[in-house]
Antibody, heavy 120, light 106 residues
Framework: EVQLLESGGGLKKPGGSLRLSCAVSAFTFTNYAMNWVRQAPGKGLEWVSTINNGGGSTYYADSVKGRFTISRDNSKNTLYLEMNSLRAEDTAVYFCAKDRGYGVGVFDIWGQGTMVTVSS | EIVMTQSPATLSVSPGERATLSCRAS??????LAWYQQKPGQAPRLLISGASTRATGIPARFSGSGSGTEFTLTISSLQSEDFAIYYCQQYNNGYTFGQGTKLEIK
């Protein structure tokens, strides 16, 4: 069974940093683009970032550009999100999501999410 | 940025009845439109992509239609497990989600 398991969430003060991980299993990681999508408490879904299958192309929402960095280690089947200069508005559940292909934009498998809280 | 607008915000329907959810794009997204279902405390689940193609394992009572700027998700005969929040998402130019429609039991 295809699985995505996020980790690394927690409570951080504004201005702090955090690194999220998403370990995947049961599919050929190198064949697919990967994504991060977040959901603030009681709110809807917001796309955060995408990385292509090889890791050479990355894309970001304007709200996180310059502060967040997406990366992947294909040898470890793991996706990452490095989050710097955290703000209160970054408080959300962060989901990793597998793309259907090389960057189709259809998110066909999702992890259960990891909660990030930014508060003083 | 393409803005996706879903209506209504909340839809109350009785089990066994039909539910129709709408999604409008601020500019054409062709057929590059997906629908997701999310239940409380769970991750979203892909229902439909390409505006009308059901994902693997999705029951036939779920159907999608539309192209361009107007899209519809129809659930033909509501089961108890269908009461959830539904999001549309365009992937024609970047990726943006609608704000969601909460489908509740009447």
């Amino acid at each position: 069974e295809v699985q995505l398991l996020e980790s690394g969430g927690g409570l951080k003060k504004p201005g702090g940093s955090l690194r999220l991980s998403c370990a995947v299993s049961a599919f050929t990681f190198t064949n697919y683009a990967m994504n991060w999508v977040r959901q603030a408490p009681g709110k809807g879904l917001e796309w955060v970032s995408t990385i292509n299958n090889g890791g050479g192309s990355t894309y970001y929402a304007d709200s996180v550009k310059g502060r967040f960095t997406i990366s992947r280690d294909n040898s470890k089947n793991t996706l990452y999100l490095e989050m710097n200069s955290l703000r209160a508005e970054d408080t959300a559940v962060y989901f990793c999501a597998k793309d259907r292909g090389y960057g189709v934009g259809v998110f066909d498998i999702w992890g259960q999410g990891t909660m990030v809280t930014v508060s003083s | 940025e393409i803005v996706m607008t879903q209506s209504p915000a909340t839809l109350s329907v009785s089990p066994g009845e039909r539910a129709t959810l709408s999604c409008r794009a601020s500019q054409s997204v062709s057929s590059n439109l997906a629908w997701y279902q999310q239940k409380p405390g769970q991750a979203p689940r892909l229902l439909i992509s390409g505006a009308s193609t059901r994902a693997t394992g999705i029951p036939a009572r779920f159907s999608g239609s539309g192209s361009g700027t107007e899209f519809t998700l129809t659930i033909s005969s509501l089961q108890s497990e269908d009461f959830a929040i539904y999001y549309c998402q365009q992937y024609n130019n970047g990726y943006t989600f609608g704000q969601g429609t909460k489908l509740e039991i009447k």
